[in-house]
């Protein structure tokens, strides 16, 4: 099976960050791989990495986004996420944030629990979802050197993008995942005043 | 004190206390306060598909240093258990109001099950659990709930009864 190498994306997705509208860009990452893939993108204080909460991703995202309408914010998940949490898209539609893009990284699986096909392997198109909830600005990304161009889209505008990757195997990466932990440091990189 | 007027009242408590996010799946029993949050330009409310995406709602709106309040009804409780790890993991305030059904004077026994469920559920899944049962008291109940939610950073749920609401009425 074809598909882009997932940690090159990601990087790509994540590279110089403090080069985005408002600020550095503040990041929400799905459960699994997504979390695995940003951390080794190297960790920062703008990335929150949900081990669980299977379908909240996108959502994190909006009430974000609605909190600091001034930064842009970017939720990088996979495909069995945003299956999960596939109302989101419409909730999100409904409210037109201007501040937050999705990128959808599919391999059509569902990864950490044995490769078994996820929807998206069995005909659903994730971008079309997002389109028919009302998303004005979707894209299917398949090649590498599409990335670039990507990442200065998600960066800018209320953009839903599936970003179709390999489905192999890559070496784990674990970053943080002590929950309060990533709320302090997100809320304090923010300047949230303390209690 | 009539519906009307104790809503208002919960609209000014959650206000006074800052929140600035209101997420709905709709219930009669909030109309009036969706009503009050749409009309609010400084209240972002916003119609949610199902009700765990306004758990994921409030914690990034926690995240961003903005306070929430959830509205749903006791049968969206079931929808919610395994997005609660989300506040609870994260030491985020979460607070919801939510509208009892299947406990008093019920004509549709679908509502039952969960009804009979919600407080033992949340209490379950590590949701600190009131309840309001007078008109005269819920502003007070939402308030020092939210208070709790917000400034100890755990999650709280109001349950406001069906004898409060008022049991919907069906008519052929």
Known sequence: MSGLDRRAVVAELLRDTSDTPGGELLVVTGLGSATYDAGAAGDRDENFYLWGAMGGAAMIGLGLAIA?????VLVITGDGEALMGMGALSTIAARRQPNLAIAVLDNGQFGETGHQASHTALGTDLAAVAKGCGWAATAT????ADVSALRTRLRNEALFAVIRISPAEVPRFLPIRDGARLTARFRDALGVPIG | MTEESWQDGVYAALKGLGVSQI????DAGHARLIERAHADNDMAAVVLTTEEEGIALSAGAWLGGQRTALLMQSSGVGNCINMLSL?????MGFFTI????????EFNPWQVPMGSATEAVLKAAGVHVRRAERAEEVVE??????????DSAIPVAVLLSQRLIGAKVWVK
Do not use: F, H
């Open chain 1, 68 to 72: 600091q309408p001034t930064r842009r």
């Open chain 1, 141 to 144: 990304v398949t090649a590498m």
């Open chain 2, 23 to 26: 997420g709905y799946v709709p």
């Open chain 2, 87 to 91: 506040p609870i993991n994260c030491r």
């Open chain 2, 98 to 105: 939510i509208t009892m059904r299947g406990e008093w004077g």
């Open chain 2, 141 to 150: 109940v939402v308030s020092a709930s939210a208070r709790l939610a917000y």
